[in-house]
C-alpha cells in the first residue's frame, strides 16, 4: 500500500483530529512499529506498518463505512446550497473522507444511511440488477388493506409511466392511520411515498430499518453514527456478490 502522512492515516479512524494527532506525537503517544513518531507528516504503509495510539493499535481501513440514523431535516448529499446535509452531521476529519451517501432518503424520511468512500461496493449496492432488499417502516394517512399489499406485490405503473416493480408491503396496524413495512428492491425518486399515494395512502413517516442484511443499529440516536464493523462490510459484500450481476 502507499506510503501516507501518519496524521492522516490516525484521523482517518475518526477519533482523533488531525490537530490532536500532533499533539500525541509530541507527548510521544504514537509509535510506528515501537519506534515514537517524530512529526505528523512522517509516512507510513498503513498496511503494513504497526501504529499504535496510546499504547493500542489502530485499525487502518482504507475504505471508511459508517452508519448514519438520518434525522429528518438533512439532504442526501454531499453540498447543497439549499441547507444542511448528512455530512453536516460528521465531524471535520470524516467529512475530509470524500464520504458520500449510498443511495438517497429524503429529507423528511429518517432512518439508516450508509456513507462510505468505497465507490464499488456502493454501487452494487444501489444496482437495481442486485435486488439488495431495502426496508422502511412507514405511518400513513388510512387503512391500508390487503388490496394494498396485493398492489405492491404486483408491482405498480405510476400515471406518469413509472414503472416500479413487485415490493412488498406487511400491514403492522390499519387505522385511521395505518403503519406499514415495506421492502423495496429499487430506489426511484420518492418511490415508498409514491406508491402509496397512488393506492390513496399519503406518507405521514418513513423510516429506512434495512439495507440488504444490516439493521439500523437501534443504539444510535437520530443524528449519531458508527463504523460498520469490518465483518459487517463483508457480510454487504458476500451479499452482492451472491445476487444477479448486470
Ligand atoms: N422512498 C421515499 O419515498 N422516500 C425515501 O426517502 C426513501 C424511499
Redesign the pocket.
Known amino acids: 500500500m502507499e506510503k501516507q502522512r501518519l496524521d492522516k492515516i490516525i484521523a482517518s479512524t475518526g477519533k482523533w483530529s488531525r490537530r490532536e494527532v500532533k499533539a500525541l506525537i509530541r507527548q510521544g503517544l504514537v509509535l510506528v512499529d515501537g519506534v515514537p513518531a517524530r512529526s505528523a507528516e512522517e509516512k507510513a504503509d498503513p498496511g503494513a506498518a504497526r501504529i499504535e495510539v496510546k499504547g493500542e493499535p489502530i485499525a487502518y481501513r482504507r475504505y471508511t463505512w459508517l452508519m448514519l440514523n438520518k434525522p429528518a431535516g438533512y439532504l442526501s448529499a454531499t453540498e447543497d446550497g439549499r441547507g444542511a446535509t448528512v455530512l453536516d452531521l460528521l465531524p471535520e476529519e470524516l467529512r475530509r473522507q470524500g464520504l458520500f451517501p449510498v443511495g ?3 429529507k423528511d ?1 429518517e432512518g439508516l444511511l450508509l456513507l462510505t468512500n468505497e465507490g464499488g461496493l456502493a454501487h452494487d449496492l444501489l444496482s437495481p440488477k442486485r435486488h439488495v432488499d431495502k426496508v ?1 417502516y412507514t405511518r400513513v394517512a388510512g387503512r391500508l388493506t390487503e388490496a394494498d399489499c396485493a398492489a405492491f406485490a404486483r408491482g405498480i405503473t405510476l400515471p406518469d409511466g413509472l414503472v416500479c416493480r413487485s415490493a412488498g408491503l406487511e400491514i403492522l396496524s390499519a387505522g385511521e392511520e395505518s403503519e406499514g413495512r415495506v421492502t423495496l428492491r429499487e ?1 426511484k425518486f ?5 406508491m402509496l399515494a397512488y393506492l390513496g395512502k399519503p ?1 405521514l413517516y ?1 423510516e ?1 430499518i434495512k439495507m440488504g442484511n444490516l439493521p439500523l443499529d437501534l443504539s444510535l440516536s437520530r443524528g449519531e453514527f458508527r463504523f460498520l464493523t469490518d465483518s459487517e462490510v463483508e457480510s454487504l459484500r458476500a451479499q452482492v456478490d451472491s445476487l444477479e450481476k448486470p
Open positions: 438517497r432518503l429524503d424520511t422502511y430506489g420518492h418511490q415508498v411515498k409514491r406518507v418513513l429506512r
